[in-house]
């Protein structure tokens, strides 16, 4: 290739015009022939997907016409039919993409559900033009409304929910943060430490739920939790601070690569805490005054308490070897 920057959506090179692929196993952006194929260091043979015309995906098959691993997730997607539905799964799959990228970054194994049918993950992608879509997680199966792909209805949401931040990304780390609740905590030996931190899972969703959109979050709510939507119930303020987790540690990376800031990762620092506090706060206050020399709202609108941190450290504890 020519030495021009690439970035992870890129399936050709703008400067060369050399097709790219994503190789998954390497975690690189990687050169593919005039045939769509790459062959590896050990090689083997890697196709492009054979959705990327459909939903814009990059990652390298195992096989001529098959679908990466990342697509291979995704057990349900728009009919055929519906045009609207499609024009908004790019969006989703792209941020389901991202998510998967930050879980391997990060070393969370992600098994499916074609290799482990109790506890694997998938994603439904639904279209809401013709039902409503709840977005959720139940028994590893994510679901998803791809209206939020639509910027004016995911902002008027926002408004009428009174949140100060709502993307599809967020959505994907949200929903996996309860998935990985159910596979690292409960039924565990963490289980006793989650609940002093987070409270008690088993407390009546439905029950919590009413009582918060009745009554509203708790006085002081912010002393405690990192959202009002933390404050409904155990598992949505282990959801909630899970999203965050991944927020930090993906875009201090980023912010890294660029030279904006001064570590690239938790590996740097001597603990979850640390990295919030020496890393992530000064580059979330810089970025937001950037944002505000912009006449934007701010990147990164909350404030991280004390009881905030402990829970940082805890779900950052969770990681394969920490």
């Not at 879509?133 to 939020?148: F, K, N, R, Y």
Request: with cysteine.
């Amino acid at each position: 290739m020519c030495g021009n920057a690439l970035y992870f959506e890129n399936s050709v090179c703008l400067s060369c015009g050399t097709g790219l692929g994503y190789s998954r196993d390497e975690a690189d952006i990687v050169p593919v022939d005039g045939y769509g194929r790459y062959v590896d260091a050990a090689g083997l043979i890697w196709h492009v997907c054979r959705n990327l015309n459909l939903s814009g995906c990059t990652w390298l098959a195992r096989f001529p016409g098959g679908q990466c691993s990342a697509c291979d997730l995704t057990r349900v997607r728009p009919n055929d039919a519906d045009a609207k539905g499609l024009s908004q799964f790019p969006v989703a799959e792209r941020a389901k993409r991202w998510l998967l990228v930050d879980l391997d970054r990060l070393g969370f194994p992600v098994v499916g559900k074609g290799e482990d049918a109790t506890y694997g993950l998938c994603f439904d992608l639904l279209s809401s033009v013709a039902e409503n879509v709840t977005i959720g997680h139940a028994d590893g199966v994510i679901t998803m409304d791809l209206a939020e792909s639509d910027d004016a209805y995911r902002v008027r949401v926002q408004e009428q929910l009174g949140e100060p931040y709502r993307t599809m990304l967020g959505h994907f780390r949200h929903e996996v943060g309860h998935y990985m609740e159910w596979r690292l905590v409960e039924g565990t030996d963490r289980i006793a430490e989650a609940r002093r931190l987070f409270g008690d899972e088993t407390a009546d969703y439905q029950a919590e739920i009413d009582r918060h959109y009745s009554q509203g979050p708790p006085a002081n709510w912010w002393e405690r939790y990192i959202s009002t939507y933390a404050t409904m119930h155990p598992y949505e303020d282990f959801a909630e601070t899970w999203a965050h987790f991944l927020h930090m540690t993906d875009t201090v990376e980023t912010a890294h690569i660029y030279g904006l800031a001064r570590t690239g990762g938790i590996q740097d620092s001597p603990s979850f805490r640390a990295f919030v506090t020496d890393t992530w706060i000064p580059l979330s206050t810089a970025l937001n005054m950037v944002n505000r020399s912009m006449g934007k709202a701010d990147l990164y609108p909350f404030v991280i308490p004390d009881p905030v941190l402990d829970k940082l450290d805890f779900i950052a504890s969770l990681r394969p070897g920490s």
